[in-house]
């Protein structure tokens, strides 16, 4: 088990955060926040509650004549969360040269978010300092999205505004460079993007003609946000994206699913099959904007689609039959469902446990009464209820189906209140219930290069 391998759920939650948070700033574009900038000095900040520092309290001058990494993050952020090991990998690699410092943002109280800390700080072994003030956030960048990197050099000058960093970012930075890379939030950054208009006409992420019917297929560039899906009666389009949410969706009609869709998750495999000579194109990198694409259709004639949820396709057999030809004529592939034997999970559970386990009656529940993903307490519900907790569990070290092979047929209560996927899954040993490594068949998206016959 890789202990610092972070599941699914993350980047789901992520995904759900950050959408949220570019509708809720496309309705309120009318306000105006006097943002950091790329270039310009940092505002000044006092933090008067400061943990596992070298001090109580901090301010911007502490830091002066070194290289400070600001990590905004919040309590319901997953892409801020998973970020932790590798912010903490770079904190002990540049020791003496850089300091980093997380600021979470405290959804209602600081009690709450710094529990959550002082649980990840124990699984991970972190030692970043950690301070919590959800006004600097607002200062700094208003409604904006998070994650929220901030480099700032010796000199108090803002260097980047990024959603991730990485250590070859930093030498540069460090050794007195000025990187040309692809930053996600910045002067020319995505906050100017005008979603009541198509991507790339009249200047909105890039230079376009008028057209009655169009197809776009672009790389991702900075002026564009990451991972925005927007579908309306003449257009859809995909911004930020990889190969493999773009094939994904077009064949099975969501980029990604869990067990709450069942006929998804039973008879199709999460995973594509590569089988090309090349694979690199279905690895997105999200500093430097490599193999990260945009797609748009647009046709002010006729409707694109009927359905209402650009993240599921499932009954919009036109618009993703269009996706798949769009996607055969843009990239030298071709793509087939297969039905072949994969690997997956099976829960499985001793005879002896089902009196121990049997509900004690009640209305059925599937609740979080210790916090926000901090444990679930199941009552009255079937066991392959007890699926949907390993998925939400942090620090997933699998990414494989599980199904419910325990054979309990009875309604069962069950406590789990391990934060990770390895505490629950211990818990759910000491309960006689087990994990295994099984074998199923399933309909699977198989991609081999294009050969001309």
Known sequence: MHRYCLFLCCFLLGIIF???IEISRAQTSDKIYSRIEVGKPCPDFVLKKLYYGKRNETQLSDFSGRWLVLDFWGEFCGFCISGFPRMDRLKRKFDGLVEFLLIGTPHKEDSSIHAMYMQFKRDFDLSIPVAYDRTLFQRFWGDGAMPLIVVVDPNGIIRAITREIDAELLEEFVAGGNPKWKRIYGTDSN????????????GNGGNDTGFLYRTVFTKWNDM???MSVRLSTHRFEILGADLTFLYKLAFFGKGFWGSADSSLYSNCYPNIIL????????TMNRISGDNMFCYSISNKIQKIASGKDPYNLIDDKLLSGRMKNDLENFFPYTAELEERDMPCYFLVAERSIVERLRTKGGAGSWTEPYGHNKGFLLKNMPSGM???????????????PIFDNTGIECNIDIDLRGLSFDERIKELNENGIQLILAVKRFKVLVIRDYTNK
């Open 191 to 202: 906050q100017n993007y005008d979603y009541s208009l198509p991507l790339l006409v009249k």
């Open 224 to 226: 564009q946000p990451v």
């Open 275 to 282: 089988e090309t000579k090349d694979s690199s194109k279905f």
């Open 18 to 20: 950050f959408v949220n």
């Open 386 to 400: 007890i699926i949907p907790s390993l998925e939400t569990a942090f620090a997933k070290s699998v990414d494989l």
